[in-house]
């Protein structure tokens, strides 16, 4: 008797990239798309409805970073594994994804050639990461893309400082910011101010050009 395939939630906000992966997945026995999401509240309402056996998520939902979404997530069923599917360095997001409870994290860039695997040993109760992810998190490594500055920086900025980071690179004021994370406009500004602080900035104009560059994932210096 065949095994029964395990279920898989997709959640990602860009069609295209949803459907590339349900493509690719449902072409294998072993797994099941059980349905896919675009946004942060389809995600917990899908995890709670279909229990998945496993979730693949972008966690840059829209204007927010998620990795308070995987929490929910687990919250909401805890033997789910969770594969982090994103854009965003490795360098910088896969600690902090493992720290909220993901069990893998695939660059989107690699996602063709690795989904599979990953998915394959986070459901055999592992942990996936790049190669080059182990030896980026060593203090004694430095990517090549990144200078040892930026990575140390990036890597002491909280997770709402990320967050931030990332709607300033995406030109959005600091009232916008203040709406779109229901966060008040002062609080932003602490935030603002704690980046520029950590980043050695003397002007809010240094601030953006930082912000768009990793925000555009370039090289920051």
């Known amino acids: ?27 294998e026995a072993r797994f099941t798309v059980c349905g896919e999401a675009a946004s942060w509240g389809e995600a917990i309402e899908a995890t709670a409805a279909q229990l998945p056996d496993a979730v693949i998520l972008d966690i840059s ?9 995987i929490r929910e997530l687990l919250a909401l069923c805890p033997r789910l594994r969770v594969l982090v599917l994103s854009m965003h360095d490795e360098v910088i997001y896969a600690e902090r994804s493992l720290r909220a409870g993901a069990h ?3 660059m989107k860039s690699d996602a063709t050639h690795k989904v ?22 060593s203090p004694q490594t430095t990517p090549a893309s990144t200078s040892q500055f930026a990575l140390q920086s990036l890597s002491s900025l909280t997770n709402r400082e990320l967050e931030v980071l990332s709607l300033i690179g995406k030109g959005l004021s600091s009232e916008t910011i203040a709406t779109t994370l229901n966060l008040s406009i ?14 050695r900035l003397e002007s809010g104009e240094r601030l953006l050009e930082i912000a768009i560059r990793y925000t555009h994932n370039r090289e920051t210096v």
């Not at 939630?9 to 690719?24: N, S, T």
């Not at 939902?61 to 979404?69: A, E, H, Q, S, V």
């Not at 002062?186 to 980043?199: L, M, Q």
């Open 116 to 137: 599979l695997t990953a998915l394959d040993h986070i459901l055999a109760g592992g942990i996936f990461l790049a190669p080059r992810v182990s030896g980026a998190l």
């Open 186 to 199: 002062k609080t932003v500004e602490t935030h603002r101010g704690n980046i520029r602080t950590k980043f």
């Open 61 to 69: 939902l829209g204007k927010r970073i998620g990795l308070d979404l």
């Open 104 to 106: 893998g994290y695939v």
């Open 1 to 27: 008797m065949r095994p029964t395939p395990h279920s898989v939630l997709v959640v990602d906000d860009h069609p295209i990239v949803r459907q590339g992966v349900h493509r690719l997945i449902a072409g």
